[in-house]
């Protein structure tokens, strides 16, 4: 399916989610709730930015695109947020809030929001849409006053989503926040700092919603802080592999893994997060997994002792 088509060097997801005329474009169907699924099975090192748009329509299209880094253009209105906070954290929130709280409050109707990550390599980019997300109410105004971390996310109907890799940047974390009344359609081009030319492959669904099951079908992919999106993986892949290892890449401890291997899956011997202190790594092929032990902490990773797989 998707993932098939992807592409060497940096790509792009473009989603287009197409509603029934009866659904208020400007009332929930958050656009990053559409968007997360699919790219946390699709995404590898090289997925650099997700597009998205909502539209009354009868289908929904999907579009691998290749990504290409052009100058950032002076934009008026771009907020930059700096944190080295979790981004399971309140602090993480406080400090995106910090950023544009002097911001004013768009007017009523739709938004385009473009939101552009520098993470070092650690980081689950992916995980940061979300938490930013939440905390942009002073520019998008509050569901309730009372109600913090609640914005009115709905009324975004163009959402671009760009990372950049800083190999230096440690547990920092920039973004450039940029939100506008939305007049043009998505173009091309971001204003911020990523364009993608259409590779000409188009998936059509309908619902919308259906597109959650794309598989992931090649190479290595990592949830930190991510207990939904590893527990959909296993269902989704029970003849793949898992790397459990600690979040900061300690490879003494570090264990391959059947993905069906009960000190992995199933019910949570630690009754903690799956994805906390151990983060885990997937891959549908053995080979990928030992590929990732060899780049990323450049140790082979020993097989675990209770389901004893093998590489190759």
Not at 53 to 65: D, L, M, N, P, Y
Not at 111 to 130: D, Q
Not at 219 to 241: I, T
Request: aromatic share 6%.
């Amino acid at each position: 399916m998707i993932a098939s088509a992807r592409i060497n060097g940096p790509w792009a997801l473009r989603l287009d989610v197409g509603l029934p005329s009866s659904r208020d474009l400007l009332d929930a169907s958050d656009l990053d709730n559409y968007a997360y699924p699919l790219a946390s099975r699709l995404r590898d090192s090289d997925l650099v930015s997700v597009w998205c748009t909502k539209r009354h329509g009868e289908q929904s299209s999907v579009r691998i695109c290749a990504a290409l880094e052009v100058p950032s253009p002076e934009v008026a209105g771009v907020v930059v947020a700096t944190t080295t906070a979790s981004s399971s954290s309140i602090a993480y929130k406080e400090a995106i809030h910090a950023a544009v709280s002097g911001a004013a409050v768009l007017p009523d109707g739709p938004v385009r929001l473009e939101l552009s990550f520098v993470v070092g390599p650690r980081r689950n980019w992916l995980n940061l849409w979300k938490q930013t997300i939440d905390a942009l109410d002073p520019l998008l105004g509050r569901t309730r006053p009372d109600r913090a971390w609640h914005p009115r996310d709905g009324r975004i109907t163009e959402l671009g989503l760009h990372c950049t890799v800083d190999q230096f940047a440690g547990n920092k974390v920039a973004v450039g926040i940029y939100a506008s009344v939305e007049s043009d359609s998505v173009g091309e081009q971001s204003s911020l700092d990523i364009s993608q030319e259409p590779v000409g492959h188009v998936l059509n669904v309908e619902p919308a919603d259906v597109i959650a099951g794309a598989d992931q079908r090649s190479r290595a992919h990592e949830f930190r802080d991510d207990d939904a999106g590893y527990l959909a993986w296993l269902a989704s892949n029970p003849e793949g592999f898992v790397v459990n290892i600690a979040r900061y890449y300690s490879v003494s401890t570090a264990r391959l893994h059947h993905a069906t291997c009960r000190t992995i899956s199933g019910e949570n011997p630690h009754n903690g997060p799956w994805t906390g202190a151990y983060v885990k790594v997937c891959a549908v092929k053995s080979a990928d997994a030992e590929e990732w032990a060899a780049s990323t902490v450049r140790r082979p990773v020993r097989p675990c002792g209770t389901c004893r797989p093998s590489y190759g």
